[in-house]
C-alpha cells in the first residue's frame, strides 16, 4: 500500500513543474509531479480505481527521472511513490492477462533479465541478425511496418562483437591502493562491452584491482520500473551477496541507471529484517565510476583528445545520484579536449529503460528535443554516462543526420590515458633515434 505521509508531504507548492519533462512538453497538470501525486492520493484514499485509464496512463508517462525530487523543499520521496503505483497497477492486472502475454512478460523480464546466460544467447541470435545482412533484407521487405515492430526493432541495441562475460576475472592492478567490484550489467555486457573494457583499463591505471564475480547479475531496476519489486529484490539479494564474497572495498557502477538501483537496495530490501542491514551496508558502497575516481584523484598523464565534446546528463545519474560535477571535472583534466555545454543537458532524453518502448510518442518528443539541443554546440562528440542515453542520442542524431559521436566519460579518459602511452614511446623513440644520429 501507499503510505499517506509519502503523498501528504507535497504541499503542492509547483516548484517541481519546471523540471519535469513530460510537463515541460505538455504544460498539463496531471502529466506533472504534483498532479501525478494527486491521482496517487486519490487511489490510495479510494476515490480512483487503481486501473483508472487516466491513473494508469500518468503513471506508465512518468520517466521517474527524480528531476523533481532533486529540487523538492519538502523532500518528497518521488520514486518511491511511483514505484508503489505501478506495483499496485501490475498487481491488479496479473490476474486479468491471457497466457500469451503472461509469457511474453515472464520472458522479456524474469528470464533475460534474471539469467544473464539467456541474455547472451539472445544477444547472439541479435548480433547475427544485425551483421550477417538479415536486418537490411527483413528492412527491406516492409514486413516490420506491416506487423508494426518497426520502432521497436529500430530500438534494439548494437550488439559488441565481443562480451564482457562475468566469470571471477581479477585484474591486479600495479601497486594496487584498493579493491573494487566492477559491476558487468546485463545489457552493459553484451551490447556495451568496450565500455566496461574502457573501466577496466582506467581503474587499473589509477592503482585498482577490479574483480568481476561471476554471481552478480541485474541490478533489477527494469523489475521495480516494471512494478515487479519482489523480483527486484531476489535480484539485490544476488548482487549482494556476489559482493560480499568478493572482498572488494566498492562497488562500481558505469550504467547511471544502474547505480541509481544499487544504491537504493536498502530502502529497496528496509522490510526484510534479515536483509536490511546488509543492504544498508551494500548501498553506502557503491560508488559510480565517475564519481569513484573523481574521489579517487586519478593519474594525471593523459594525452591529449582534440575534440569539442557536449555532456549529456543521465537522469540517474544528476538527479537520483545527485552526481553533476564529477564527470565535468574529469572532461575538464584531457589536454585539447573543449567541452560545450548544452541547452537543457538535465532534461530527460527519453530512453528509461524501456520508456522508448512503453511511451513510444512522448520518447521521441523528448528525443528530438535532446537532439536539438545537441546539434545546436556543434560538438564533435557527445558525452554521458548511461547506456539508455546512449542508444537514445544515438538514435536522435542518426535520424536528424547528426554527425556527432555518442561516447562513455570513461571511454574519452580510456583514449586520453592511450594517447599519453603512445606519446612517450614516440617521443622516446624519437630521442634514441636522434642520439644514435
Not at 518511491?80 to 497497477?89: D, G
Not at 547479475?217 to 551477496?241: D, Q, S
Amino acid at each position: 500500500m501507499i503510505e499517506a505521509a509519502l503523498y501528504n508531504q507535497c504541499v503542492r507548492c509547483g516548484l517541481c513543474l519546471p523540471t519535469c519533462p513530460t510537463y515541460i512538453e505538455t504544460l498539463t497538470e496531471t502529466s506533472g509531479p504534483r498532479g501525478r501525486i494527486s491521482l496517487i492520493k486519490d487511489v490510495a484514499e479510494g476515490r480512483l480505481d487503481v486501473l483508472s485509464p487516466g491513473f494508469v496512463h500518468q503513471m506508465s508517462e512518468c520517466l521517474d527521472c527524480r528531476a523533481c525530487s532533486a529540487v523538492c523543499p519538502s523532500g518528497v520521496q518521488y520514486g518511491t511513490l511511483v514505484e508503489t503505483a505501478r506495483a499496485l497497477i501490475e498487481h491488479a492486472r496479473a490476474p486479468k492477462r491471457g497466457f500469451f502475454s503472461r509469457l511474453g512478460r515472464w520472458f522479456t523480464l524474469k528470464a533475460l533479465f534474471g539469467n544473464l546466460s539467456l541474455m547472451r544467447f539472445a544477444a547472439t541470435l541479435l548480433r547475427f541478425y544485425q551483421r550477417s545482412g538479415l536486418q537490411r533484407v527483413v528492412r527491406a521487405t516492409g514486413i516490420l511496418r506491416l506487423l508494426h515492430l518497426e520502432e521497436t526493432e529500430a530500438f534494439a541495441p548494437r550488439i559488441s562483437k565481443r562480451y564482457f562475460v562475468p566469470r571471477g576475472q581479477v585484474f591486479e592492478a600495479r601497486d594496487a591502493r584498493v579493491r573494487v567490484m566492477l559491476h558487468a550489467g546485463c545489457v552493459m555486457h553484451v551490447a556495451f562491452a568496450e565500455v566496461n573494457e574502457a573501466t577496466v583499463r582506467v581503474l587499473s591505471r589509477n592503482r585498482c584491482t577490479v574483480v568481476v564475480p561471476s554471481a552478480q547479475g541485474c541490478c533489477g531496476a527494469i523489475a521495480v520500473h516494471a512494478g515487479e519489486p519482489e523480483f527486484a529484490e531476489m535480484l539485490a539479494k544476488r548482487n549482494i551477496e556476489a559482493f560480499e564474497a568478493s572482498g572488494a572495498d566498492y562497488y562500481i557502477i558505469n550504467a547511471a541507471g544502474c547505480g541509481s538501483a544499487l544504491k537504493e537496495y536498502g530502502e529497496l530490501l528496509s522490510g526484510d529484517p534479515r536483509w536490511s542491514d546488509r543492504a544498508e551496508r551494500f548501498s553506502a558502497r557503491v560508488r559510480d565510476v565517475l564519481e569513484f575516481l573523481d574521489q579517487l584523484e586519478i593519474d594525471p598523464r593523459l594525452g591529449p583528445l582534440d575534440e569539442t565534446v557536449t555532456y549529456q546528463e543521465p537522469c540517474h545519474l544528476v538527479h537520483a545520484q545527485r552526481i553533476a560535477a564529477a564527470p565535468r571535472r574529469l572532461l575538464a583534466r584531457i589536454p585539447g579536449l573543449q567541452l560545450r555545454e548544452m541547452n537543457e543537458s538535465s532534461v530527460c532524453c527519453g530512453s528509461a529503460g524501456i520508456y522508448n518502448l512503453t511511451e513510444p510518442g512522448m520518447s521521441k518528443r523528448l528525443r528530438d528535443r535532446k537532439t536539438v539541443n545537441i546539434m545546436e554546440t556543434a560538438a564533435q562528440v557527445v558525452a554521458t554516462a548511461n547506456p539508455g542515453c546512449a542508444m537514445q542520442v544515438e538514435a536522435g542524431l542518426k535520424q536528424a543526420g547528426g554527425h556527432a559521436r555518442v561516447r562513455h566519460v570513461v571511454e574519452l579518459l580510456d583514449e586520453a590515458y592511450r594517447n599519453y602511452s603512445d606519446g612517450t614511446r614516440r617521443s622516446r623513440s624519437s630521442s634514441a633515434a636522434s642520439v644514435e644520429g
